[in-house]
């Protein structure tokens, strides 16, 4: 009974330490929902009521970056961590 049960808690604890990233599918490379925001405009106050103070407010910045190239559906999405398989330099003769 103990050996059997010790078997489960130790094939529970190796499933828990993989976590789900088996079950991920390379959802980067789907369009996500985000991808289609749009901007809204600001808020208008209505006429009789003070507009809040917004010396102290957030400010985000323009995005003025380039789109980065589209990534090909064999690919690793970005949120993976790269290789680090490092290619050694031939010695210069």
Avoid at 3 to 15: Q, R, S, Y
Avoid at 22 to 46: D, F, G, M, W
């Amino acid at each position: 009974m103990k050996v059997g049960l010790g078997k489960i808690l130790v094939a529970a604890l190796l499933l828990s330490l993989a976590g789900c990233h088996s079950l991920r599918s390379s959802s980067c490379h789907n369009v996500q929902p985000y991808t289609n925001a749009k901007n809204a405009p600001p808020l208008e106050i209505p006429p009789g009521v003070d507009s809040p103070d917004t010396t102290n407010a957030l400010r985000i910045p323009r995005l003025d970056a380039p789109q980065p190239p589209p990534r090909k559906a064999k690919e690793p999405c970005l949120d993976e961590p790269p290789s680090y398989n490092v290619t050694k330099p031939t010695p210069q003769a």
